[in-house]
């Protein structure tokens, strides 16, 4: 049976579970508390379990896979890898500082930094041969610890920079790193059931990123339309009654949906339909 870490709480649960939910898996409710889940039908086991323990128990090899972030997997230093990037929880992990009191990376010299992630920090900086004073490990509100006097700049994960800036903070240096939630396993350990796993929930990736989308056009058209709707492969053309008329179906990413519906009607294509996918598989 397939043993999958998922995180239990923060912001990674939710978005975590919902995704497991929609690759077909059973998943405890929103809110539950269960500790372990079974998935007999699929044979596959899941520890709901803290986000940063996650990638402890996938390195050690007593579960095989998991859902963390990726900060927080390069922050554990553990002999575990990411095998597929899952879209959500996307952040960039940084140094800040009150407003106008740091502006380089090397202004760190000899300073005080407060995070939760000191592992990821103190590589960073060593590999940079910047010394600071020292790195104080901090669990969370990181903002907090410039005002509270323990720290004199911070790093920390950052996604709309509001915590930040209703700290009187500002970010300087360039980002450490861009994280997201990750799949991860064991450094070179693979299971034909892994590769199960990884498919079901690239078909979520996918459902979630494109529309299928329909339409009519001229067939001396269908080239110029074939190139705004190429697909992931290449488009369907089936024949019309109409045999001046061919039917096209393609995949189109979500976001750019109107602007080819809009470009492919100027073109002269009609009866353009457009559908969301459920689930695939590429
Ligand atoms: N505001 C945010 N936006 C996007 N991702 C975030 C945000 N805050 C934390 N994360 C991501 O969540 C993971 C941290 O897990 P953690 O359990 O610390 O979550 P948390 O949301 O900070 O929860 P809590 O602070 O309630 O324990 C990291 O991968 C981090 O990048
Ligand atoms: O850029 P923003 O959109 O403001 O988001 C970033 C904030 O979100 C997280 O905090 P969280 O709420 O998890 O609190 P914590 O610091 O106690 O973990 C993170 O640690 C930052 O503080
Ligand atoms: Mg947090």
């Known amino acids: 049976m397939l043993r999958v870490a998922v995180p239990n709480k923060g912001s990674l649960s939710e978005a975590a579970t919902s995704m497991l939910s929609e690759a077909g898996y059973r998943q405890r409710r929103e809110g539950g508390r269960e500790l372990v889940m079974v998935d007999p039908d699929n044979d596959i086991e899941f520890f709901y379990l803290r986000p940063r323990d996650i990638a402890v128990y996938v390195g050690r090899g007593t579960l095989d896979v998991g859902i963390t972030g990726r900060d927080l997997l390069l922050d554990s230093e553990v002999e575990a890898e990411e095998l597929l990037g899952l879209g959500f ?52 509100a990181v903002e907090s610890s410039v005002r509270l006097g323990v720290a004199d700049a911070i790093a920390d994960v950052v996604e709309t920079g509001s915590t930040l800036k209703a700290a009187g903070m500002e970010v300087f240096g360039e980002p450490l790193l861009q994280s997201e939630a990750v799949l991860i396993g064991r450094t070179g350990h693979t299971l034909p ?90």
């Open 89 to 140: 929880a996307a952040s960039t992990f940084r140094f800040a500082a009150p407003v106008g009191a740091f502006s380089t990376l090397a202004d760190l010299e000899g300073k005080r930094i407060a995070t939760s992630y000191d592992g990821l920090v103190r590589r960073y900086l060593g590999e940079r041969g910047i010394e600071a004073s020292r790195v104080v490990r901090l669990d969370g």
């Open 193 to 282: 059931a892994i590769e199960v796993l990884i498919r079901r929930l690239q078909g979520v990736l996918v459902a979630r990123q494109y529309v299928l989308m329909d339409y009519d056009v001229r067939k001396d058209l269908v080239e110029q339309a074939a190139a705004l709707t190429p697909g992931l492969e290449s488009p369907t053309v089936s024949p019309l009654r109409d045999s001046e008329w061919v039917a096209v179906r393609s995949m189109v990413p979500k976001r750019e949906t109107n602007r080819i519906m809009d470009e492919l009607y100027d073109l002269g294509a009609r009866a353009i339909l457009v559908s969301s996918i459920h689930a695939c598989r590429i």
